[in-house]
């Protein structure tokens, strides 16, 4: 998460922070550094908040930056070797662990690594290994059916409860689902066709969906939060545009990770789902409306601000929408993924 100048020297940070304890704030290299900024950071980090330097001006002033961050990030594209080797023992020797951003493929990945960084980022880590497509395992039969039956347009409630009825493991997600703390119900639901009329077939179909994804064995808990930022972003920023589809805005983000769940091209995982024309559309080559949604949130995660500029949309309003839909995600993802 970017931070500027006046919401470190003002303060206005701090409730975002203590929301969120384990985020780490990212420091642009371009900030104003002045006392004022130094003192901020220095504040905040004696309270045990965690600050990221992205980027580095070889200065006195980005000296005394240094002492206040845990962590700095360099972009290997733009960085040359020599550079990089030296920049990383400055860091190494005043205890600060070095992220490397934009990463391609496996050798940069392999020669940031004798380098020494300690961490790594870049769209190496998001691209699927294409590997031959199994299809969908037995066990998680039950749970295919059930998103069919969701994204059927005349789904109704009786029916879904009926089909998560019919599996034991199925009903016990979805009643400890409901009885957990994030709906903090006054009483405890201990029918199926109760949690589904409390929860509406939205919701109930993003838990079944993401139900379908963690089962997959290749599945990380780190792209079901991406698949849930993403879905939520959609929602949001569907509302702004006026799009009536906040349902399929909402899929389309969630299902986006797909092709990396699977390991598999997106082509052929869709293949195997019962979806939407207009949702494959948009996951397959960012068509329609749900598509021009998908790709600006998609611009937004890998900082594409060209292509935001020319969706159209206020990029403060595509911010508050990003940050909303973190705070969802935090809030809401344990409930949904935990076994």
């Not at 980090?45 to 005394?64: H, I, M, P, S």
């Not at 019919?166 to 199926?192: C, G, H, M, T």
Request: charged content about 20%.
């Amino acid at each position: 998460m970017n931070v500027v100048h006046v919401l470190l020297v003002q303060g206005t940070l701090r409730q975002l922070i203590e929301a969120s304890p384990r985020l780490v704030f990212e420091v642009m290299a371009n900030i104003s550094v002045d006392e004022p900024l130094i003192a901020a950071l220095k504040a905040l980090r004696q309270k045990g908040y965690c600050f990221l330097l992205d980027g580095y001006v070889d200065n006195e002033a980005y000296q005394a930056l240094l002492e206040t961050v845990e962590y700095v990030r360099l972009n290997i594209s733009t960085t040359p070797e020599p550079e990089a080797r030296r920049l990383l023992t400055r860091f190494h020797q005043r205890g600060l662990a070095v992220i490397a951003s934009g990463i391609e493929d496996q050798h940069q990945l392999e020669v940031c690594q004798k380098l020494g960084f300690n961490f790594f980022q870049g769209r190496h880590f998001s691209q699927p290994r294409l590997l031959k497509f199994q299809g969908i395992q037995t066990n998680q039969l039950a749970v295919v059916r059930l998103v069919s039956a969701l994204n059927q347009s005349d789904a109704d409630l009786q029916q879904i409860a009926s089909l998560i009825a019919q599996d034991v493991a199925l009903s016990y997600k979805l009643l400890r689902y409901i009885n957990s703390a994030y709906f903090s119900l006054p009483q405890r639901v201990e029918s199926i066709q109760r949690a589904v009329a409390l929860l509406g077939l939205r919701t109930v179909r993003s838990w079944a969906t993401l139900i379908s994804m963690s089962g997959v064995e290749s599945a990380r808990s780190d792209l079901m939060t991406i698949a849930l930022v993403r879905a939520k972003m959609c929602e949001l920023l569907g509302e702004q545009l006026g799009l009536k589809q906040l349902d399929s805005n909402f899929m389309v983000g969630l299902l986006s990770v797909l092709d990396l769940v699977a390991q598999a091209p997106m082509s052929e995982v869709l293949a195997a789902l019962p979806l939407e024309d207009d949702i494959n559309a948009a996951l397959l080559h960012h068509e329609g409306a749900l598509g021009q949604i998908l790709a600006c949130t998609l611009a937004y995660e890998q900082c594409d601000w060209a292509t935001l500029k020319e969706s159209g949309l206020d990029a403060e309003q595509v911010n508050e929408a990003y940050m909303a839909a973190l705070a969802d995600t935090y809030r809401a993802s344990y409930e949904l993924l935990r076994d």
